[in-house]
């Protein structure tokens, strides 16, 4: 069966919606949000975009279940394991860390959806990509399609690209997003036009390594021209938070009515608006920012801690 005929989840809800804030309209800049939080309520933002590809190459070999990794809170695992059961697989979410520390309620809603959880150490965490820990999953589990952490990878990048079918990218000089694993980043800049920069902000501290490899990447595929990546927003480090960014986060979405995450679109936001602030962003640009979703993880912080 196509992929297009599963009708899993509905692009067309993905809006654009003008972000109209001080900081941007003194220094003459035009921001548009891209809701893409908004065509699932649990497969949203880009992770449908990553996975379809995964998708497709799981039903044309006839796989019987989709096999994942991810931790405690991944956005990944649990759109991965609601996929997998609307488009009638089993599903095994390989979670970083020991059983007994990594309840959340990321784990129960996989487990709702089917998903087959399997934790191992960290340190057998870290061989994700060794080949002989992977064969070894081959083999335990046969008829598997396996799909990287996060949905990197070649169809991963691919789906990625697909995002920019939304909108008209020529309008745009600029487009943000946040950069986890990069494969959003690498599959942007692969489909943006030669006008359009797109400006990636890294949630992870000390990405150094990753954000030498994806601009290298970039510059070997010949594409994204002007394409940058802003590590200085991480907030202490992935998935790292403090008072100054629930601050922001209320205060953003009394402003604009836009819920973020405290693992990626907040600090997306807050890095464009810091930038801007700072003239950073030259007047007269029309930026498109990308809401990736993953709302979910926010169910982690104490009662209270949002306005949403």
Not at 3 to 26: E, G, R
Not at 278 to 294: F, M, Q, R, V
């Amino acid at each position: 069966m196509p992929l297009m005929d599963l009708n899993i989840v509905d692009t067309d809800l993905a809006t654009i919606s003008p972000l109209q804030l001080p900081s941007f309209l003194k220094k003459g800049i035009r921001a548009d949000v891209l809701r893409l939080d908004k065509i699932h309520p649990v497969i949203s933002g880009n992770k449908w975009f990553k996975l379809a590809g995964y998708l497709q190459h799981a039903i044309d070999q006839q796989c019987s279940t989709l096999l994942t990794f991810g931790g405690a809170y991944s956005n990944h695992i649990v759109a991965t394991a609601c996929a997998a059961q609307a488009a009638g697989f089993a599903s095994v979410g390989i979670i970083r860390g020991e059983e007994a520390d990594r309840s959340s309620p990321t784990l129960e809603d996989a487990r709702s959806f089917g998903m087959k959880l399997e934790f191992i150490s960290r340190a057998d965490y870290r061989q994700k990509q060794d080949p002989a820990f992977l064969e070894q999953l081959r083999k335990n589990h046969p008829g598997a399609c396996m799909i990287p952490e996060g949905g990197a990878g070649p169809p991963g990048i691919r789906g990625s690209g697909a995002i920019l079918q939304l909108f008209h990218p020529n309008e745009y000089s600029h487009l943000y997003c946040a950069v986890g694993t990069g494969t959003t980043f690498l599959g942007l800049a692969g489909a943006a036009g030669p006008v359009t920069a797109v400006e990636g902000i890294c949630v992870l501290k000390a990405a150094e390594g990753l954000s030498g490899e994806l601009m290298k990447r970039i510059k070997e595929q010949g594409t994204g021209p002007g394409c940058r990546l802003h590590q200085q927003y991480h907030f202490g480090g992935y998935a790292r938070k403090n008072t100054e960014l629930f601050r922001f986060m209320n205060q953003f979405y009394e402003e604009t009515g836009i819920p973020t995450d405290f693992v990626y679109t907040a600090k997306l936001f807050y890095s464009v608006i810091d930038l801007a602030e700072k003239e950073k962003i030259a007047p007269g640009s029309h930026l498109l920012i990308i809401h990736s979703g993953g709302l979910q993880g926010n169910r982690s912080l104490p009662p209270g801690t949002l306005l949403f």
